[in-house]
């Protein structure tokens, strides 16, 4: 068997639209990332997406920037703000770990800071476990630890949650509660559609569970980068922070920047099911790998022009490139809460208005309350992933 690494965007963008190529980057993190949409492939990936995809909807963003997100930004920014110190790390992922778990199907029956912070300590241990191929801890002690903990959430949240959705659904089915009483969410889609699907429940668990984690696991990291690329662009330009405030266009240019450079998984990894020929014609034969490296694709000079390893919000992208990159992935995988992570355009022929995105929000949450790096307390990198991932970003407001 043998190995091809991609490094140039248009080959990445190439190998991502192959359909003889499946997902194979997560075969270490099983115990929590099994059977889950994000490692299917064929026909139970594409009937699985496509019941899950009708929860991420315009109408749905527009729900979570209206009426959910705001609120939660100013629940955990609020205090910190009146301290005047906090930790951009923890911050980020407090704010969108009840979300997460709400479009996951997960009930927080007390709505309590420290039912939050339980709910928050099991969401950071599914996600050690979902890129333990990058972490540099022993391999039997994560997944021991990832599977005492996902036992430990099923009792206390998952159990009661499902019981109440099947409970719910039995009872919209013959009659007695209406469209309206269904909660929009992951678990219930699951739920309402079991006979189609026919998942066992430990499939189920790990379904709820990978939407709980990834949520707060890559919008955390994304705000937290984005944070410091906007830090390092004030200190060359102090004039743009205002701008960033008030210019949504512009504080969106911020973020998918600092996504391009930062991409949530440094490399995606696929495996030929079927002979395949990639874009510079290498050919492939079945269980041959590619390594799609969307670190350097996103860097690609030839397509981000000299300084594509430098932030720069007001870079010009050619019509046909994300500004992000390849950090949402591509094709069948392309991540399906892109949208509710990056933002939506807006859409003049619609009269729709632009839709800034979670990790937008959080920036200009922020930046309003005159967020700064703390000179007292550098930020530093997690000893315990090779990514290149903040474990602490102080700052001061």
Not at 63 to 86: F, I, N, S
Not at 169 to 192: C, H, I, N, Q, Y
Not at 196 to 222: C, I, K, N, Q, W
Request: charged share 30%; with cysteine.
């Amino acid at each position: 068997m043998t190995e091809t690494t991609l490094t140039r965007f248009d080959d990445v963008r190439d190998a991502y639209r192959q359909k003889g190529l499946k997902q194979a980057l997560y075969d270490a993190a099983g115990v929590i990332m099994a059977d889950t949409l994000l490692t299917l492939w064929g026909d139970d990936h594409r009937r699985r997406r496509r019941l899950e995809n009708r929860l991420f909807r315009r109408q749905t963003f527009e729900h979570y920037e209206r009426d959910l997100l705001p609120r939660a930004v100013d629940e955990v920014l609020g205090p910190a703000a009146a301290e005047g110190r906090g930790d951009v790390v923890p911050l980020a992922r407090r704010i969108v770990v009840n979300l997460t778990a709400t479009a996951a199907g997960v009930d927080r029956p007390e709505g309590t800071p420290a039912e939050t912070d339980r709910l928050f300590s099991y969401a950071v241990k599914f996600s050690e476990g979902a890129t333990a191929v990058h972490s540099t801890r022993d391999p039997e002690e994560l997944r021991a630890e990832v599977a005492d903990a996902l036992e430990r959430w099923d009792e206390e949240f998952f159990a009661p949650s499902l019981d109440r959705r099947t409970e719910l659904f039995s009872r919209f089915v013959a009659g007695e509660a209406t469209e309206e009483d269904l909660p929009k969410d992951v678990l219930t889609v699951l739920v309402r559609n079991q006979d189609s699907l026919d998942l066992p429940r430990d499939v189920v668990r790990r379904e709820v569970a990978f939407y709980m984690l990834a949520g707060m696991h890559s919008t955390g990291a994304a705000t937290t980068h984005a944070v410091h690329g906007a830090f390092g662009w004030f200190d060359d330009h102090p004039e743009d922070r205002e701008r960033m405030v008030g210019d949504p266009v512009f504080l969106q240019h911020c973020v998918h920047e600092s996504m391009r450079l930062h991409p949530a998984s440094p490399v995606a990894r696929r495996e030929a099911v079927e002979p395949v020929t990639l874009r510079g014609g290498t050919e492939m034969a079945v269980g041959d790998t590619v390594v799609m490296d969307l670190w350097s694709a996103n860097r690609d000079t030839d397509v981000f022009g000299a300084d594509a390893d430098r932030f720069n919000p007001r870079r010009a992208i050619r019509d046909d490139v994300p500004r992000w990159g390849h950090t949402f992935g591509g094709g069948r995988h392309a991540c399906i809460g892109m949208e509710l992570d990056g933002g939506v355009p807006a859409d003049e022929v619609a009269g729709s208005p632009l839709l800034l995105g979670t990790v937008a929000l959080i920036l200009r949450g922020l930046l309003v309350r005159g967020a700064q790096r703390d000179p007292d307390d550098p930020p530093q990198q997690d000893p315990n992933i090779t990514r290149v991932w903040w474990g602490r970003y102080p700052v001061l407001f």
